[in-house]
């Protein structure tokens, strides 16, 4: 492996940017939908249990692509293997997302003690986790040991949700909440209501089991960098799409037996989700990492996504704390005079739209100051 900077892939920062602004757009139009009485985009909404949606695919898409950027972060450090400073400005990083994810999950927590339980887990949080495990396998394991890591824990984990649940709950994998991964959640945090998803079936779609499968996610993501790290333009395309569909057979073949499922993050869904968003980016590198002049519309979609994607994370933390102003009349007058129009259920999603725009006149801003936050 070189130890050379890599050329930077705008492909990349331009998916980075795209699965941000889909996430935020999941987070809020569901809620913003419910609140003023309309029924939410069936898209932009996750599946109660197996199954796969819009809402589904972009926050798994966001691990991917963060793995493959590791391979574009650290390829230098890579001959030099898991140093000691390597291993603590993973280790820091990561405790940084973590505590900053905690955060933004308990504000309400935090503000009154007594008003809500707090809860352990959340998107950052497994972001964290996922960087840094991922991160310091990159560094210190060959890429044959990677892979083999990654097969075994998309082959183990199979099993492993199919061993009895832990509080005598029947054990159903296609029953959302019947299973060993979940009742793991609920042994660990459910006594005292600490999980996102409550009751005698509860669990955290974020939850601790569930973040091997997403280790593994990440490390798929590093084994397509890797290749990207060597192979450009039209053979690379090739290959991705190759490897994308096969993932996609795999994925959904496997999810005849073993279905198809975010809240607990199923191999076939890991297999899946990773053939999608292989695909996008053989697709975006094809259409933006070459020489050449670009199209209207990838020039477009660049100066759409690419500010997003370079303060994802600010961005993403910036949606958090901001959410309550979707509840401000101001916000919610497009959908009033919309509505009639559109119809409820689209006009619904006005509001989310707007306050994107919002955060990417923030993000673009940042980006023309060249203001790069690493958190």
Same mark, same amino acid.
């Given at each position: 492996? !070189?130890?050379?900077?890599?050329?930077?892939?705008?492909?990349?920062?331009?998916?980075?940017?795209?699965?941000?602004?889909?996430?935020?757009?999941?987070?809020?139009?569901?809620?913003?939908?419910?609140?003023?009485?309309?029924? *939410?985009?069936?898209?932009?909404?996750?599946?109660?249990?197996?199954?796969?949606?819009?809402?589904?695919?972009?926050? *798994?898409?966001?691990?991917?692509?963060?793995?493959?950027?590791?391979?574009?972060?650290?390829?230098?450090?890579?001959?030099? %293997?898991?140093?000691?400073?390597?291993?603590?400005?993973?280790?820091?990083?990561?405790?940084?997302?973590?505590?900053?994810?905690?955060?933004?999950?308990?504000?309400?927590?935090?503000?009154?003690?007594?008003?809500?339980?707090?809860?352990?887990?959340?998107?950052?949080?497994?972001?964290?986790?996922?960087?840094?495990?991922?991160?310091?396998?990159?560094?210190?394991?060959?890429?044959?040991?990677?892979?083999?890591?990654?097969?075994?824990?998309?082959?183990?984990?199979?099993?492993?949700?199919?061993?009895?649940?832990?509080?005598?709950?029947?054990?159903?994998?296609?029953?959302? %909440?019947?299973?060993?991964?979940?009742?793991?959640?609920?042994?660990?945090?459910?006594?005292?209501?600490?999980?996102?998803?409550?009751? *005698?079936?509860?669990?955290?779609?974020?939850?601790?089991?569930?973040?091997?499968?997403?280790?593994?996610?990440?490390?798929?993501?590093?084994?397509?960098?890797?290749?990207?790290?060597?192979?450009?333009?039209?053979?690379?395309?090739?290959?991705?799409?190759?490897?994308?569909?096969?993932?996609?057979?795999?994925?959904?073949?496997?999810?005849?037996?073993?279905?198809?499922?975010?809240?607990?993050?199923?191999?076939?869904?890991?297999?899946?989700?990773?053939?999608?968003?292989?695909?996008?980016?053989?697709?975006?590198?094809?259409?933006?990492?070459?020489?050449?002049?670009?199209?209207?519309?990838?020039? !477009?979609?660049?100066?759409?996504?690419?500010?997003?994607?370079?303060?994802?994370?600010?961005?993403?933390?910036?949606?958090?704390?901001?959410?309550?102003?979707?509840?401000?009349?101001?916000?919610?007058?497009?959908?009033?005079?919309?509505?009639?129009?559109?119809?409820?259920?689209?006009?619904?999603?006005?509001?989310?739209?707007?306050?994107?725009?919002?955060?990417?006149?923030?993000?673009?801003?940042?980006?023309?100051?060249?203001?790069?936050?690493?958190?």
């Amino acid at each position: 492996m !070189t130890s050379a900077s890599p050329a930077r892939m705008i492909s990349l920062d331009m998916l980075r940017g795209l699965t941000v602004g889909g996430m935020i757009l999941v987070n809020t139009a569901g809620g913003v939908a419910l609140g003023l009485g309309a029924p *939410p985009i069936a898209i932009l909404e996750h599946s109660p249990w197996a199954g796969l949606t819009f809402a589904d695919v972009v926050f *798994p898409s966001f691990l991917m692509i963060m793995g493959v950027s590791t391979v574009f972060s650290l390829s230098r450090q890579r001959q030099a %293997g898991l140093t000691m400073s390597a291993a603590r400005q993973i280790a820091e990083r990561s405790l940084r997302l973590f505590v900053l994810g905690f955060a933004l999950t308990n504000l309400v927590w935090l503000a009154d003690f007594t008003a809500a339980p707090w809860r352990l887990f959340g998107v950052l949080q497994r972001i964290a986790l996922v960087y840094g495990i991922c991160s310091a396998l990159y560094l210190a394991v060959p890429q044959r040991g990677r892979l083999v890591l990654t097969v075994a824990i998309l082959l183990l984990y199979w099993p492993l949700c199919l061993q009895p649940s832990l509080n005598h709950v029947p054990t159903d994998i296609w029953q959302r %909440g019947m299973n060993f991964v979940s009742s793991t959640d609920r042994w660990m945090l459910g006594a005292a209501g600490h999980n996102y998803v409550k009751g *005698p079936y509860g669990y955290d779609p974020e939850g601790l089991l569930s973040t091997l499968p997403c280790i593994a996610h990440g490390l798929i993501g590093i084994a397509v960098g890797e290749y990207l790290l060597q192979v450009r333009g039209a053979a690379a395309v090739r290959g991705l799409l190759k490897a994308a569909a096969g993932m996609i057979v795999a994925g959904l073949a496997w999810g005849i037996v073993f279905p198809i499922v975010k809240d607990i993050w199923t191999s076939s869904f890991v297999l899946l989700t990773c053939g999608l968003t292989t695909a996008a980016l053989a697709l975006a590198h094809s259409a933006l990492d070459g020489p050449g002049v670009r199209g209207r519309l990838a020039r !477009t979609l660049l100066g759409l996504t690419l500010p997003f994607g370079m303060n994802a994370i600010l961005i993403y933390v910036l949606h958090d704390v901001l959410t309550p102003i979707l509840s401000w009349q101001a916000m919610q007058l497009p959908y009033m005079v919309l509505s009639p129009i559109l119809g409820a259920q689209v006009a619904a999603t006005i509001p989310s739209l707007v306050f994107i725009a919002m955060l990417w006149l923030i993000a673009n801003y940042m980006a023309h100051q060249r203001w790069l936050v690493k958190i």
